[in-house]
């Protein structure tokens, strides 16, 4: 495993060559950081969190999307509040470090976990079902990677409708290691009528009641050695609730007209559109329920807040509509028209606008603006799409607190800029500069540049 690593600040001495042969020996190569390195797994070690510290972190680690483990030296720890200054500025995790203990071999732990993380972010089962590459979505899909990869904890999926939580709670089942794992079970809660939801959860004996003309497995019994999804839990009466409180604790349950016990192992993942919180406070939700399907919670993202994907998912969905021949491409009109329009119904609501556009679609062009139907498209009034929106002024607003200069910010935002229309350009300057509106070779000194400033900052590190 190569890491990148970077002394803050840089001046190297005996303490840190030491740290550095204590990762050599616990399998940690590292090489000095470079900007062509942003984005990518590092360390960091610090003697004193600062504006400068906060300010490389956020860099390096591209604001949180590369993972970068903050390893506090001396008495960098005791900075009041640094633990989650660093967090808040893109750092994955932050350790103290002592030369006394094994130190390296638990950022060796770390390191080789996210890295297995990532390697199933990268999959196909993920890069074909969930898409998105916004540090929003990024962070989340790695949360439920880990917590299904490496845990059995039972999990409640939380967002509006339309964000994918049963796409995410078939991933947790994809993912569970479990050998020899049963059947993913999906049971919607808000479907289930409340004469026949004894039957639904628990199965009946033939004629236990009118019309149980043979026996029938519930879902608790379906679910035995799979996973059991609950959608819309938040829509289970409370004496419902309570009947499924005591399976999960004793995981035993007797069919409808049967004095028979059953056993029943079983992954739970639940999901609702509403928080379920404010209604355990009062009282419509089972307080010692809600901790029972809450080991570990996780709230999908409105598509307003990962807006950088709209046009990644539309393409998706333009592929999965397209029956025969190549799917059609997005003429920037059309490209402008989604990106900055509202979906109050989220992923599923852009799957079916994008749905109506390929429908009308003739042709082996893009998709032009006269295949938006006509009472979905905007008005001759209407503002163009605003980039710089509220989560874009939370981030102006966070670097002015943080005691960032204009200058500072101005940097920094020129630079992502950079990063991100090269990378969206697969490298190619050219296509970079004129998304920019530059010259090309005004994009090469700027890259020259910040070339040059990362080599003076090695430079300094070596000889100080």
Known sequence: MVLWHQFLPDAIDGACEAALAQLRVAGIETKPYTEDLAGRPGVVFLRAVDARACEFIQRGSAAGRGRVLVVLLENAAHARDATWQLLRTGAADVLNWDPRVESATDLAARFARWD?????????????????????????????????????????????????????????????????????????????????????????????????????????????????????????????????????????????????????????????????????????????LYYRIANWTCRLPCLSERREDILSLARHFIREFTSNGEPPGLDPPVANYLASRQYPGNVRELKQCVARMVYRHTGRGPLSPGDIPEEERPSGDAPAGVWHDLRFEDSIRRAVSMGATLRDIGRAAEETAVRFAVGEAGGNLQIAAQKLGVTDRALQLRRASQKRRSENGRARAATG
């Open 116 to 288: 297995e993380v990532e390697q199933l972010l990268e999959s196909s089962v993920i890069q074909k079902n969930l898409i998105g590459r916004s540090t929003t979505w990024i962070s989340i899909l790695r949360q439920i990677i880990e917590i299904a990869r490496f845990t059995t904890a039972s999990v409640l999926l939380t967002g509006a409708s339309g964000t994918g939580k049963e796409l995410a709670a078939r991933l947790i089942h994809t993912l569970d290691p479990r050998p020899k794992k049963g059947e993913l079970v999906i049971l919607d809660c808000a479907t289930v009528v409340p004469e026949l939801s004894g039957s639904e959860f628990f199965g009946h004996e033939r004629g236990s009641f009118t019309g149980a003309v043979a026996a029938r497995d519930g879902a608790f019994a379906l679910a035995h050695g799979g996973t059991l999804f609950l959608d819309e839990v938040g829509e289970l009466p409370l004496a419902l609730q309570a009947e499924l409180l005591r399976v999960i604790q004793e995981r035993t349950y007797k069919r409808v007209g049967s004095n028979t016990w059953h056993k029943t192992e079983f992954r739970l993942v639940c999901a609702s559109n509403r928080d379920l919180q404010p209604e355990k406070s009062a009282g419509q939700f089972r307080s010692d």
